[in-house]
Nanobody
């Protein structure tokens, strides 16, 4: 079971990107029952939780991105999004989306985000 993340790329500091993540067919019928999240990882560092949206659409963010990033979910399209504005070089990482239900996590292949100074 893999989620498909897309939308990464190279952007200058201050720019914006929108990441998208599609749920695999195996969970689309129950997508609305999953809490969804975006993580990021830089080589040599631990994976970091960036943003999370619950089944009832409550969101929370790591302090470093609050006010700049917005996570949303579209249950009809079985997708989640991460709108990233005012990007900084320290946002450079591979971004992964996850689906979680009852303590079980599903991961996808990441998408690279590179922010140049």
């Amino acid at each position: 079971v893999q989620l498909q993340a897309s939308g990464g790329g190279l952007v200058q500091a201050g720019g914006s990107l929108r990441l998208s993540c599609a749920a695999p067919r195996t969970i689309t019928s129950v997508f609305n029952l999953f809490n969804m999240a975006w993580y990021r990882q830089v080589p040599g560092k631990q994976r970091e939780l960036v943003a999370r949206v619950t089944t009832d659409r409550k969101t929370n963010y790591v302090d470093s991105v609050r006010g700049r990033f917005t996570m949303s979910r579209d249950n009809a399209r079985k997708r989640v999004y991460l709108q990233m504005n005012s990007l900084k070089p320290e946002d450079t990482a591979v971004y992964y989306c996850t689906a979680e239900r009852a303590g079980n996590y599903y991961w996808g292949q990441g998408t690279q985000v590179t922010v140049s100074s």
